[in-house]
């Protein structure tokens, strides 16, 4: 195998959500890996800082503003990035979130909102990309990023697990789709990622040791690692699938580390 197939070089990636967090850790390491990458996000002082990083790696960088729950206005965020820097054959979907409320407490707002920053946007940009994809006859890699709890139940996260098992089972369909026309879909399900968005929801070190199987949450680099692997030609006959990116969260299933270090299922039940 060659080395070299991680490489990235010639390839123009779209961050959706790329001016911070998961997106901006993704959006550097492609540029790292030899893309070109434009980002789509609201966050100026943010996209600013990511588009002087990816430049520092010799890339080209373009800097869309607009704001993704404008559902409408996606197609020309692509046709936008399209043009500035030639047709995208990566697309990383990540724009998404959450807050926790219980699920009688939702509205329908709330509930359409969801749906559209966890689903719509992805419908959106995934059609944009992947049809210029097929009708410039290019293959390409599309990676969502979800959610482990997409994967698993999720009390006060209803709607949103709802929504990322959607982006799940969509990007499995849509491979079987597009497989005819070498674009590969597959999808990346973190756990808790250290960003800014989840400082409240942080584990302590105590709590990473005992819940987390490697004993520390995840960063945006790990996940960026992930979507490089995914992208590159190394995952060539990768599609349709899901990494769980998670520290080994979502196999521990229950079990976690006691005082004395050992695996326990479920403690908190004993006794």
Request: hydrophobic content about 40%; glycine content about 12%.
């Amino acid at each position: 195998m060659n080395p070299d197939s991680i490489r990235l070089d010639g390839r123009i990636a779209l961050v959706t959500g790329g001016a911070g967090g998961i997106g901006q850790g993704i959006a550097l390491a492609l540029a790292a890996f030899g893309a070109d990458v434009a980002i789509i996000d609201i966050d100026r002082d943010g996209a600013r800082d990511t588009v002087a990083r990816i430049e520092a790696h010799g890339r080209r960088a373009l800097f869309i503003e607009q704001n993704l729950l404008e559902i409408d206005a996606i197609e020309n965020c692509v046709a936008r990035a399209s043009e500035a820097l030639g047709v995208i054959d990566i697309l990383i979907n990540n724009i998404g979130g959450t807050r926790p409320k219980r699920f009688l407490e939702h509205k329908p707002v709330s509930r359409a909102r969801h749906i559209d920053l966890n689903l719509n946007t992805m419908f959106a940009a995934t059609q944009a990309v992947a049809g210029r994809l097929v009708a410039a006859g290019k293959p390409g890699s599309i990676v969502n990023i979800s959610s482990i709890e997409g994967l698993r139940a999720a009390p006060h996260y209803a709607v949103y697990s709802a929504a990322k098992a959607g982006m799940i089972n969509f990007s499995r369909s849509l491979a079987l789709e597009l497989g005819e026309h070498g674009i590969r879909i597959n999808t990346i399900a973190p756990d808790i990622i250290r960003t800014k968005g989840v400082e409240a929801h942080r584990p302590t070190e105590e709590q990473a040791r005992r819940y987390i199987p490697l004993g520390r949450e995840g960063t945006p680099e790990d996940c960026a690692g992930a979507a490089v692997f995914l992208c590159s030609d190394m995952a060539r006959y990768i599609t349709g699938n899901v990494l769980n990116l998670d520290g080994g969260t979502y196999a521990s299933s229950g079990w976690s580390r006691d005082d004395g270090d050992k695996w326990t299922l479920m403690p908190k039940m004993a006794g």
